[in-house]
């Protein structure tokens, strides 16, 4: 008999199997959605990202109108908000609420001309609209890694963290081979195939985001009520009401810094959302103001040489778009064990490494396996620092609307520092590295804080 399957054993298994379909189906509702909206028409028929959503790589920063940023604050707020009621209860619901969002501001915007820029018109609330959804899609995912973490699933939590970021980074390698790669392939496409190719890779990323959002909501309804998903009373995962206050905060920091900025993020604007940002983590503790520090160093120290490699002219753009894939891939692969935060110390310090080398040899060329290593280095980072944040609660505030801040503002000043003003550097970046040396600083300083927390064991789990 003991031997024997018993109905208990069958449900577990299937319990497990579930976990992993539902653990699926957010990744590529978070990756539909992001996706969607982190590349260059977003919506579809207006240039530019939407306030708030970290351009990491600056690819197509666009204008961001001060109604927008209103929009997207409001919405966001309203989901830290759910959040600090109950995690548990709404992140399924904000998955939801934000596909929808992402949707209507994908249709509002489709009769809307690109050029259209009359106050109170549908262009900035169809903007607002889709990029506010993007925020709902990102803080529910957050908050189910946050749930994951609580009922000892840290490598489930960290797939998830991963993907929220590596969405971001999906959508900005996206620009380049719809923009590029698709219209302009040998083999007598002409210019006329570039919408028809864009409109089916968006409507696909869109499909593929409602899916997973029916996938998810039928598996909650389904399975959200087991015990195991709803851990000991006194262990729920919970935001407590000064972090919702610091996400708050940050979600309307860019109100006054499109207003500064002119809707173009200068170097004013950029300051205000660091250092404000960083301010408003104290309201989180201590952790969240050390994970939001560690997070910023690693995207900013990414964001300019993965930018460049991503513009760069000579790089045929299938193979970075893929290389920019993969290294996302293996990125939240690494982040599943146990030993995430020693994978983040290696792939940030050998990131640092190298570009350090690029600095003193100059090459003629960088090769692609970089692209992939800085992209890997980025994800398994931040799926480290948010499996850490998630012990107190803080890791949907911190890299939810704080991190947007923060990582815009750092990344729109070494931007204007190194003269290439809203948009990532180019090439030139590697052929005249005089800037090369301090992302590559921002990489090692990393590495350090990760092998200290690693060799301290508070942040290998």
Known sequence: MSGME??????????????????????????????????????????????GFADVFRINPGVVSVAAAVVVAIVTIAGVAALWWSVRRTWPWLLIAGVVLVLIGESAASPVPVTSTTPGGPSWLAQGTATAGAHL????????????????????????????????????????????ALPLEPGG??????????????????????????????????????????????????????????????????????????????????????????????????????????????????????????????????????????????????????????????????????????VAVRPDGVPLVMLALLAAAATAAVASVGVWLARDGSLPVVLGPLAFATITGACGLLAHWQGSGRRAPGEELFREPGHLWLYAALLLAAAAAFAFRVRGRSLVR
Not at 46 to 51: D, F, L, V
Not at 259 to 280: K, M, N, Q, T, Y
Not at 335 to 351: E, I, N, Y
């Open 6 to 51: 018993t109905p208990e054993s069958r449900t577990d298994e299937d319990f497990e199997a579930i976990r992993v379909l539902m653990i699926g189906a957010m990744v590529l509702c978070t990756v539909g959605t992001l996706g969607a909206v982190a590349k260059a028409a977003a919506p579809a028929n207006i240039a530019g990202r939407a306030p």
């Open 189 to 358: 496409y002409g210019y006329d195939y570039a919408p028809v190719a864009k409109s089916l890779l968006h409507i696909g990323l869109l499909l593929g985001a409602v899916g997973a959002m029916v996938l998810v909501g039928t598996l909650h309804l389904r399975y959200g009520g087991r015990p195991e998903l709803e851990g000991p009373s006194d262990a729920e995962p919970a935001v407590d009401r000064l972090m919702a206050l610091a996400g708050a905060a940050g979600a309307l920091l860019f109100v006054p810094a499109a207003v500064i900025g002119d809707g173009e993020f200068g170097v004013a604007a950029s300051g205000l959302l660091l250092v404000a940002g960083l301010v408003f983590a104290v309201l989180a503790g201590p952790r969240a103001v050390a994970g939001l520090v560690l997070a910023t160093a690693v995207v900013a120290g990414v964001s300019g040489p993965a930018g460049a490699l991503i513009q760069a002219g000579s790089v045929p753009a299938v193979s970075m778009w893929f290389w920019t894939a993969s290294g996302v891939v293996v990125g939240a692969a690494v982040a599943f064990p146990v030993w995430r935060a020693l994978s983040a110390a290696v792939g940030c310090g050998l990131c640092g490494v190298l570009l350090l080398v690029l």
């Open 137 to 180: 899609v990102l803080l529910g995912t957050l908050g189910a890694a946050l749930m994951f973490v609580g009922i000892k699933a840290a490598g489930a939590g960290a797939v998830l963290i991963g993907a929220g970021l590596g969405a971001q980074v999906f959508g900005a390698a996206t620009d380049v081979l719809m923009a590029e």
